[in-house]
């Protein structure tokens, strides 16, 4: 089974703070998303990446950053954190190539983070 | 542009009574069609997904979907709710690479 991991699951951090949300995949899987879950909201993409070292924007990307070093790991980063970005953020990760059009992503379990 | 709307935001069933959620899909092209679950403080659960290989798709738990193109339709349903059916639920339809995730619908069931 995929198994994709966020390293915290709650999270409680001060607003200006820089902060740092680790995910981990084990499926070698090329794409890696980042998302924040707000009520009536849906789940709206923050950032994405294809790639080691690659990036895209998604729907809502002020205010982070997101590092993929590794094929594995894609950490999202709040530069300086505000009350408003208090959510659950959810790392999901999906293969790629020609078969990637049917393939679901697989969802860590969420960090809930909260801005004081 | 590709979209997904659910009608529905929550729905309150009994126990051993049919479920149906609603979700309607817009796309320019043959989309594919994802049902995801979300228990509390859980991530999302891939229930069943819509391939274009057979409109009527079977999923885990005993939920299915039929995919309607006439009516832009890919609405999910299972013949008995059990308790642990209880959660919310998420349509979603994809575009290239990136998902499009519905407003998600609460489902309740009560003994």
């Known amino acids: 089974d995929v198994k994709v991991t966020q390293s915290s699951r709650y999270l409680v951090k001060r607003t200006g703070e820089k902060v740092f949300l680790e995910c981990v995949q084990d499926m070698d899987h090329e794409n890696m998303f980042w998302y924040r879950q707000d009520p009536g909201l849906g789940l709206r993409l923050i950032y994405f990446?294809?790639?080691?070292?690659?990036?895209e924007k998604g729907d809502i990307p002020e205010g982070y950053s997101v590092s993929r070093e590794k094929k594995e790991r894609f950490s999202l980063i709040l530069e300086s954190a505000s009350t408003n970005q208090t959510s659950m953020y959810l790392c999901?990760?999906?293969?790629?190539?020609?078969?990637?059009?049917?393939?679901?992503?697989?969802f860590g379990d969420g960090t809930r983070l909260s801005i004081l | 542009a590709q979209s997904v709307t659910q009608l529905d935001s929550h729905v309150s069933v009994s126990e051993g009574t049919p479920v149906l959620l609603r979700c309607n899909y817009s796309s320019s092209y043959s989309p594919s069609l994802f049902w995801y679950v979300q228990h509390p403080n859980k991530g999302l659960q891939l229930l069943l997904k819509?391939?274009?290989?057979?409109?009527l798709v079977k999923g885990i738990n005993g939920f299915e979907a039929e995919f309607k193109k006439s009516e832009t339709s890919f609405h999910l349903t299972k013949p008995s709710a059990h308790m642990s059916d209880a959660a919310e639920y998420f349509c979603?339809?994809?575009?290239?690479?990136?998902?499009?995730f519905g407003q998600g619908t609460t489902l309740q069931v009560k003994p």
């Open positions: 819509y391939t274009s290989a057979a409109t």
């Open positions: 999901a990760s999906s293969h790629t190539g020609i078969m990637a059009r049917n393939q679901p992503q697989h």
């Open positions: 990446s294809y790639d080691v070292k690659m990036k």
């Open positions: 979603v339809v994809r575009n290239t690479g990136k998902l499009i």
